[in-house]
């Protein structure tokens, strides 16, 4: 069993940053991988950025390549989430999940979700 718990959301001006972190609990966190997915008001849920379970291997969608970066700390049950040059369209709640797979979007385990606005 894993347990995940975000922190790190907030109201941010746009061109700013956040960082978001995922704490699990579970001593078998090393065995899934994890990615951010997120959702705002009316639009369908999307896939943000995902990392398999060494870290080894990242990827992004277009929509946030070359902004956001996914790492994690096997030692520390961390997922991180660093996002820079925040817009406006990146309002939305984000929530970190994991998977045995890796990008099947099969997620075993999610986490509550935490709240970014971006102001414009």
């Known amino acids: 069993q894993v347990q995940l718990v975000e922190s790190g959301g907030g109201l941010v001006q746009a061109g700013g940053s956040l960082r978001l972190s995922c704490a699990a609990s579970g001593r078998t966190f090393s065995s899934y991988s994890s990615a951010w997915i997120r959702q705002s008001p009316g639009k369908l849920r999307e896939f943000v950025a995902g990392i398999n379970r060494d870290g080894s291997n990242t990827e992004y969608a277009d929509s946030v390549k070359g902004r956001f970066t996914i790492s994690r700390d096997n030692a520390k049950n961390t997922v991180y989430l660093e996002m820079n040059s925040l817009k406006p369209e990146d309002t939305a709640v984000y929530t970190c999940?994991?998977?045995?797979?890796?990008?099947?979007?099969?997620?075993?385990?999610w986490g509550q979700g935490t709240q970014v606005t971006v102001s414009s």
């Open positions: 999940v994991a998977e045995r797979g890796y990008r099947t979007a099969n997620y075993d385990y």
